[in-house]
C-alpha cells in the first residue's frame, strides 16, 4: 500500500519561509516518476484549495495568491515532491497536503504563520 508522508510543517513569523516534503513510501519509481503530484491546503472553516501542482514532465501550477511565492519541485529518484513557501503570510496558515499517484492523500502537516 503506498502512503504519502508529509514533513516540514512548524510555525514561522511572517515573512519567513518553510520547505514542506512528500515521500511516497512503497511506491514503484516508474509510477512515480509518471505520476502529477500536488500539494493542497485546508485553512479553519475554508474549502481544500489547489496550491500548486507539477506534472511528471516538471511543469508546473499554482495559485494565484502563492505565485512568486511558492515553489514546486519533485526528486524521482527520492520518490519525493517538495514545496518550498518563502515570504510567508498569516493567511498561509493551513493543514498543508500532498495528493499524488491518482489517489493519495497525505496526513497534512500544520503550516501556522504568526508574530
Known amino acids: 500500500q503506498v502512503q504519502l508522508v508529509e514533513s516540514g510543517g512548524g510555525l514561522v513569523q511572517p515573512g519567513g519561509s518553510l520547505r514542506l516534503s512528500c515521500r511516497a513510501q512503497r511506491s514503484i519509481l516508474s509510477v512515480f516518476s509518471g505520476s502529477p503530484m500536488a500539494w493542497y491546503r485546508q485553512a479553519p472553516g475554508k474549502e481544500r484549495e489547489l496550491v500548486a501542482q507539477?506534472?511528471?514532465?516538471?511543469?508546473?501550477v499554482y495559485t494565484d495568491s502563492v505565485k512568486g511565492r511558492f515553489t514546486i519541485s519533485r526528486d524521482n529518484g527520492k520518490r519525493t515532491a517538495y514545496l518550498q513557501m518563502n515570504s510567508l503570510k498569516p493567511e498561509d496558515t493551513a493543514v498543508y497536503y500532498c495528493?499524488?499517484?491518482?489517489?493519495?492523500w497525505g496526513q497534512g502537516t500544520q503550516v501556522t504563520v504568526s508574530s
Open positions: 495528493y499524488g499517484l491518482d489517489r493519495y
Open positions: 507539477i506534472s511528471s514532465g516538471a511543469s508546473t
